[in-house]
């Protein structure tokens, strides 16, 4: 899992370490950043955007635009922008819309949890982590791992500030088993 806030070389790097060894290479375009390329989304078997990176993903490297209001178009329309990137899986983050994920031949909804929002900074790397930390924990299972990082995320906003938000792992535990089953 790598975010573009750091080195970009160090980025690459990790995810060309990930995929030789086998690993799940996921990448959150966080936050925008020029320097981020098409390479790295080429090594990315995952990528974790929200509206705004969505948006500079396709005028950045597609050099294409896409409507500030694309979540709201039909699903199947959707989907075809995010096969666009071509990144296997995309998991597009919506805050309080939850997050649609798009694979090579299916896509889907997550609702959000219902939530007291205090502060929404850090929700994104708290998914990115919650979705790495669902795939170990679900044996690979995609979905699961996205409503895993749905509740991580969620619950990360209930507080200020980022890594003092950060939900423990007994909170997520519970919330999500109240959530989903």
Same mark, same amino acid.
């Given at each position: 899992?790598?975010?573009?806030?750091?080195?970009i070389q160090a980025a690459r790097l990790a995810l060309e370490k990930g995929r030789k060894s086998g690993a799940i290479?996921?990448?959150?375009?966080?936050?925008?950043?020029?320097?981020?390329?098409?390479?790295?989304?080429?090594?990315? #078997?995952?990528?974790?955007?929200?509206?705004?990176?969505?948006?500079?993903? *396709?005028?950045?490297? $597609? %050099? @294409? =635009? &896409?409507?500030?209001?694309?979540?709201?178009?039909?699903?199947?329309?959707?989907?075809?922008?995010?096969?666009?990137?071509?990144?296997?899986?995309?998991?597009?983050?919506?805050?309080?819309?939850?997050?649609?994920?798009?694979?090579?031949?299916?896509?889907?909804?997550?609702?959000?949890?219902?939530?007291?929002?205090?502060?929404?900074?850090?929700?994104? #790397?708290?998914?990115?982590?919650?979705?790495?930390?669902?795939?170990?924990? *679900?044996?690979?299972? $995609? %979905? @699961? =791992? &996205?409503?895993?990082?749905?509740?991580?995320?969620?619950?990360?906003?209930?507080?200020?500030?980022?890594?003092?938000?950060?939900?423990?792992?007994?909170?997520?535990?519970?919330?999500?088993?109240?959530?989903?089953?």
């Amino acid at each position: 899992l790598v975010q573009v806030e750091s080195n970009i070389q160090a980025a690459r790097l990790a995810l060309e370490k990930g995929r030789k060894s086998g690993a799940i290479t996921i990448l959150n375009p966080a936050p925008i950043n020029d320097l981020l390329t098409a390479d790295l989304l080429s090594l990315s #078997d995952v990528i974790t955007p929200n509206e705004t990176e969505f948006i500079f993903l *396709f005028k950045h490297l $597609l %050099k @294409q =635009s &896409v409507s500030d209001n694309f979540w709201t178009i039909e699903d199947r329309a959707l989907h075809e922008l995010c096969r666009k990137l071509t990144v296997s899986t995309v998991v597009l983050t919506l805050g309080d819309k939850g997050c649609f994920v798009s694979q090579i031949d299916t896509f889907y909804r997550v609702p959000p949890i219902k939530i007291n929002l205090i502060d929404s900074t850090g929700a994104g #790397d708290a998914f990115s982590g919650g979705l790495a930390a669902g795939l170990v924990k *679900f044996s690979g299972d $995609l %979905k @699961q =791992s &996205v409503k895993f990082a749905t509740v991580v995320a969620g619950l990360s906003t209930q507080r200020a500030g980022t890594a003092p938000a950060m939900p423990s792992c007994e909170e997520v535990r519970a919330r999500f088993e109240n959530e989903y089953f």
